[in-house]
């Protein structure tokens, strides 16, 4: 990301994260210009900003765990220690259980095997 007066917040990583923009989707990577007035006083790193970004998409159900955990640049269970240290909710629906519990079955059945 780069904002006006030539300072960078680093660049989204090439992730099939896509935005829309006057009926247009963008693919790969992406450029954020922020005002340094809005930036000055918050002291971000390009890193952080990054992780801040995956945060607010995580926590709006725009994307999965896992996607936010890669747009951030961080290791899942990272990702997980910091939404959990922000006591923000795991997004994890019956549906998700239901798969989950199919694949301990799958799993159990190819070891009993």
């Known amino acids: 990301m780069v904002v006006p007066g030539g300072r960078s917040l680093g660049t989204l990583p090439d992730a099939k994260a896509r935005c829309q923009s006057d009926a247009r989707w963008y ?5 954020i210009e922020v005002p340094e007035r809005e930036l000055g006083s918050l002291r971000l790193s390009p890193e952080q900003a990054r992780l801040e970004f995956a945060v607010g998409l ?7 765990l ?4 890669r747009i951030a640049g961080v290791a899942y269970t990272e990702f997980m220690h910091e939404i959990g240290g922000r ?12 798969h989950d ?3 301990v ?3 159990c059945g190819q ?3």
């Open 27 to 31: 693919h790969g990577r992406m450029t």
């Open 66 to 69: 896992g996607r936010a955990a």
């Open 87 to 98: 006591g923000l909710c795991i997004n994890y629906t019956m549906e998700d259980a239901m």
């Open 58 to 64: 995580y926590a709006g159900r725009r994307v999965t």
């Open 111 to 113: 070891r009993d095997a």
């Open 105 to 107: 079955d799958k799993l």
């Open 101 to 103: 519990m199919a694949m």
